[in-house]
């Protein structure tokens, strides 16, 4: 009885320390598994160390532009960090013209008046150029050179907006200005110039109810022909009857 007692607790005993030993060996293992291979922790350390990946940097945007015209002497600059609100105005007059088709042929160059050459500088470097005519002849026009300084482009002709005029003289280009077309006006920039006599409320009125008086004095003559008409033919029947 006591040796079958003592041999079960041998083999117990037995059973006990393999299973201890054969965790202890698996362990080694297992954690080399959970770890990734080394090519993938330098790939990882790599990318921590320079930072989350990044697409591609979009390119720079315009910084400054230079107008140069004949009718006045050097070139006036508009700084984008200086005078944020006129360069997006007049770079707003320009940047269209970059990707579009031409829209019409080039006009006689006695019906284009002074041209402005307006050069769009990214980082001071020279990248667009286009030249403006504000007061050609059948509305401004503008003219895509084909000779770019970031490369060869198609020589283009457009039709230009009609503030053209006004941002360029807001620019200092010497313009006179020109009331009648402004921002938010009728078909977006041309405004109509209107007397002051048309925006006096009383004038208006009193022209209102002058027009009624005499467009009631005229019915009132109809009413009146028309009773005396039928009079007229009542008196005729009561004579023959």
């Known amino acids: 009885m006591v040796r079958r007692a ?12 393999a299973a201890v030993a054969l965790a202890f060996g698996l ?11 080394a090519s993938i922790r330098t790939l990882v350390a790599t990318d921590a160390a320079a ?9 720079p945007g315009p910084t400054s532009l230079e107008i140069t015209g004949k009718e006045f002497e050097g070139k006036l600059v508009l700084e984008a960090a200086v005078q944020r609100q006129l360069f997006d105005r007049m770079l707003s007059e320009v940047s269209w013209l970059s990707g579009a088709r031409s829209q019409t042929v ?6 284009l008046g002074p041209k402005y050459t307006v ?5 001071g470097e020279p ?12 509305g401004p026009r503008a003219h895509r050179p084909g000779r770019q300084p970031e490369g060869k482009s198609s020589d283009a002709w457009f039709y230009g907006r009609l503030s053209m005029r006004e941002s360029l003289r807001a620019s200092g280009v010497p ?19 209107v007397e002051v006599e048309e925006l006096d409320a009383a004038a208006g009125v009193d022209a209102l109810l002058t027009e009624m008086r005499e467009l009631l004095m005229l019915n009132g003559a109809v009413v009146v022909l028309i009773m005396i008409g039928l009079g007229s033919i009542a008196f005729l029947i ?3 009857v």
Not at 51 to 59: D, I
Not at 119 to 123: E, G, Q, S
Not at 175 to 193: A, C, N, R, Y
């Open 175 to 193: 313009l006179e200005p020109k009331p009648d077309v402004l921002s938010g006006g009728i078909g977006g920039g041309i405004g109509q110039q």
């Open 127 to 138: 990248f667009r150029v286009f030249e403006l005519f504000p007061l050609a002849k059948g």
């Open 238 to 240: 009561r004579r023959k």
């Open 6 to 17: 003592f041999a079960r607790f041998l083999a117990a005993t037995g059973a006990t320390v």
């Open 27 to 37: 362990m080694p293992s297992a954690h080399a598994a959970s770890r990734p291979p």
């Open 119 to 123: 050069t769009v500088l990214v980082k």
């Open 51 to 59: 930072g989350p990946l990044a697409g591609p940097k979009a390119p």
């Open 106 to 111: 080039a006009p006689p160059a006695n019906r």
